[in-house]
């Protein structure tokens, strides 16, 4: 099977989770939280595992590539995903201060771009951030859970109606736009910093407060697991 239907298969397990993630509240309060839990940990264990030592050997390329617009930057991968940390953060703190449907347009806009580099990411053979394919896929596929519960417990009716939808076209367009388009390896690598730096943030949003369904040690377990998966195998 050729790399590009590998990665329509993980667009569609994408879309999935995105149609179904909202069932997974039928579990129970408590072992729906152990389960957002442990998708978190193993989430947080492959950006900091896996992905983030991946952008430090890129940076030096970024650097290179970069050295001449901002000469007296560096770091830039680390700084684009702190961009990416940021936004989301900034989007949590926006709900609420601002009107509902402003707010649900923010909310549904920073994820509709997340979901879009998420896809342009994976359909490009030569990024290496997204290798192997099958635990980067698996490793979102989970965050995704937390990020839909997130929003449908945010905005009901107006994310299961038609929210989801944009974000599963997100996914599909990101990812027919990367089947035509090629960027430098240095645009793909900032693509992924951002992308790592948004996932950071949304699971921490979500661990953090009392009141939501979550459980340190799942979260703990989910991560170490995760953890002992990517160093066995020396991805």
Same mark, same amino acid.
């Given at each position: 099977?050729?790399?590009?239907?590998?990665?329509?298969?993980?667009?569609? $397990?994408?879309?999935?989770?995105?149609?179904?993630?909202?069932?997974?509240?039928?579990?129970?309060?408590?072992?729906?939280?152990?389960?957002? &839990?442990?998708?978190?940990?193993?989430?947080?264990?492959y950006i900091?595992i896996?992905?983030?030592?991946?952008?430090s050997? &890129?940076?030096?390329?970024?650097?290179?590539?970069?050295?001449?617009?901002?000469?007296?930057?560096?770091?830039?991968?680390?700084?684009?995903?702190?961009?990416?940390?940021?936004?989301?953060?900034?989007?949590?703190?926006?709900?609420?201060?601002?009107?509902?449907?402003?707010?649900?347009?923010?909310?549904?806009?920073?994820?509709a771009?997340?979901?879009?580099?998420?896809?342009?990411?994976?359909?490009?053979?030569?990024n290496?951030?997204?290798?192997?394919?099958?635990?980067?896929?698996?490793?979102?596929? $989970?965050?995704?859970?937390?990020?839909?519960?997130? $929003?449908?417990?945010?905005?009901?009716?107006?994310?299961?109606r038609?929210?989801?939808?944009?974000?599963?076209?997100?996914?599909?367009?990101?990812?027919?736009?990367?089947?035509?388009?090629?960027?430098?390896?240095?645009?793909?690598?900032l693509?992924s910093?951002?992308?790592?730096?948004?996932?950071?943030?949304?699971?921490?949003?979500?661990?953090?407060?009392?009141?939501?369904?979550?459980?340190? &040690?799942?979260?703990?377990?989910?991560?170490?697991?995760?953890?002992?998966?990517?160093?066995m195998i020396?991805?």
């Amino acid at each position: 099977m050729s790399y590009t239907a590998w990665t329509f298969l993980v667009i569609c $397990l994408f879309a999935i989770v995105h149609l179904f993630a909202a069932n997974t509240q039928k579990l129970g309060f408590i072992v729906h939280g152990r389960f957002l &839990s442990a998708g978190g940990g193993i989430a947080i264990a492959y950006i900091f595992i896996d992905l983030l030592p991946k952008l430090s050997k &890129s940076d030096l390329i970024v650097t290179q590539a970069l050295s001449g617009v901002f000469p007296y930057f560096e770091r830039h991968v680390y700084i684009m995903a702190l961009i990416g940390f940021l936004l989301f953060f900034i989007v949590d703190r926006a709900q609420t201060s601002i009107p509902y449907q402003g707010a649900f347009w923010l909310s549904l806009g920073s994820y509709a771009l997340f979901n879009f580099l998420i896809g342009y990411a994976v359909s490009d053979p030569h990024n290496p951030e997204v290798q192997p394919l099958l635990l980067f896929a698996f490793a979102i596929s $989970l965050h995704y859970f937390t990020n839909d519960y997130s $929003l449908n417990e945010a905005h009901g009716d107006d994310y299961r109606r038609f929210g989801k939808w944009i974000l599963i076209l997100s996914i599909f367009a990101g990812w027919t736009v990367g089947l035509w388009m090629t960027l430098s390896a240095t645009a793909i690598a900032l693509v992924s910093a951002f992308i790592g730096g948004g996932v950071i943030m949304n699971v921490t949003r979500h661990e953090l407060p009392r009141d939501n369904p979550n459980s340190v &040690s799942a979260f703990i377990c989910g991560a170490l697991f995760y953890t002992a998966i990517l160093l066995m195998i020396g991805s």
